[in-house]
């Protein structure tokens, strides 16, 4: 089992910037490959950001690329995604997810998830 939990959400302007968190415990944390979604109110959550077991890849949803960074740390068991120049349509609750498969995209290939974390984009 592996157990996530986000951090780092919060009300920011738009233009700003946020860094959320998500530290796991439980499994050897550099097993999986980890993922960003969002979910917006009355929408589907999304994919937004992937990155492989080790940080060598990283794969970014074409409404975030060039403005959100996906990293992690293996040693602290953390996985980070850096938000820059948010927009109000950027508002969601954002969930961190770990999967088996290297890469994935899909949300129904992740094993485990975090209860999310509040990202609001003010205009």
């Known amino acids: 089992q592996v157990q996530l939990v986000e951090s780092g959400g919060g009300l920011v302007q738009a233009g700003g910037s946020l860094k959320l968190s998500c530290a796991a415990s439980?499994?050897?944390?550099?097993?999986?490959?980890r993922g960003w979604f969002r979910q917006a109110p009355g929408k589907e959550r999304e994919w937004i950001a992937t990155?492989?077991?080790?940080?060598?890849?990283?794969y970014y949803a074409d409404s975030v690329k060039d403005r959100f960074t996906i990293s992690r740390d293996n040693g602290k068991n953390t996985v980070y995604l850096q938000m820059n120049s948010l927009k109000p349509e950027d508002t969601a609750v954002y969930y961190c997810?770990?999967?088996?498969?290297?890469?994935?995209?899909?949300?129904?290939?992740?094993?485990?998830w975090g209860q999310g974390t509040q990202v609001t984009v003010s205009s």
């Open positions: 997810a770990a999967s088996n498969i290297v890469g994935s995209r899909s949300e129904s290939e992740y094993n485990y």
């Open positions: 439980g499994r050897t944390f550099s097993t999986y490959g």
């Open positions: 990155i492989s077991r080790f940080g060598l890849n990283t």
